[in-house]
């Protein structure tokens, strides 16, 4: 029987110190795979192919990756969209969960919501957590509840 694993889906957060998601994914018995996923629907829309944010991101990529494997571990990457990257993992590996930090651009709040639906068909859950700032939109209200 194949053991369940969970998975540490990097995004902006291309760090593993300070990392909220890394840390709950950590606390778990199942053993934990990163991955970092080169998303097409985003990349194919960049007129300069040698974007230096794409540039910014290898170099992170390269230096986890030293890190990950002195830690006896190794970071997946997928050149994809993020659906056709986690069909393949749910093929490769027995998931129990995603975790990841919170991604609050309309085109992340989407993409979430398409990878929740696709792992929870697949028996899978996936958790986001707060990281990425230090007050979320609705932590912060007036006196009426409602915000700034």
């Given at each position: 029987?194949?053991?369940?694993?969970n998975i540490i889906w990097f995004r902006r957060d291309l760090r593993l110190v300070d990392n909220a998601a890394l840390y709950?994914?950590?606390?778990?018995?199942?053993?934990?795979?990163?991955?970092?996923?080169?998303?097409?629907?985003?990349?194919?829309?960049?007129?300069?192919?040698?974007?230096?944010?794409?540039?910014?991101?290898?170099?992170?990529?390269?230096?986890?990756?030293?890190?990950?494997?002195?830690?006896?571990?190794?970071?997946?990457?997928?050149?994809?969209?993020?659906?056709?990257?986690?069909?393949?993992?749910?093929?490769?590996?027995?998931?129990?969960?995603?975790?990841?930090n919170h991604d609050y651009e309309q085109y992340a709040i989407d993409r979430d919501i398409e990878i929740a639906d696709l792992?929870?068909?697949?028996?899978?859950?996936?958790?986001?957590?707060?990281?990425?700032?230090?007050?979320?939109?609705?932590?912060?209200?007036?006196?009426?509840?409602?915000?700034?």
């Amino acid at each position: 029987m194949q053991q369940t694993i969970n998975i540490i889906w990097f995004r902006r957060d291309l760090r593993l110190v300070d990392n909220a998601a890394l840390y709950h994914a950590l606390k778990g018995e199942d053993p934990v795979i990163p991955i970092f996923i080169f998303d097409t629907n985003i990349l194919d829309k960049l007129e300069d192919k040698t974007d230096r944010r794409v540039a910014f991101i290898h170099a992170a990529l390269s230096e986890m990756q030293e890190e990950l494997t002195t830690l006896g571990s190794s970071l997946e990457i997928y050149y994809s969209t993020p659906k056709q990257a986690f069909e393949t993992l749910i093929k490769k590996y027995k998931i129990g969960s995603i975790f990841t930090n919170h991604d609050y651009e309309q085109y992340a709040i989407d993409r979430d919501i398409e990878i929740a639906d696709l792992l929870q068909k697949n028996n899978a859950t996936i958790h986001t957590f707060k990281d990425q700032v230090i007050f979320e939109k609705d932590e912060v209200v007036k006196d009426d509840g409602k915000p700034y």
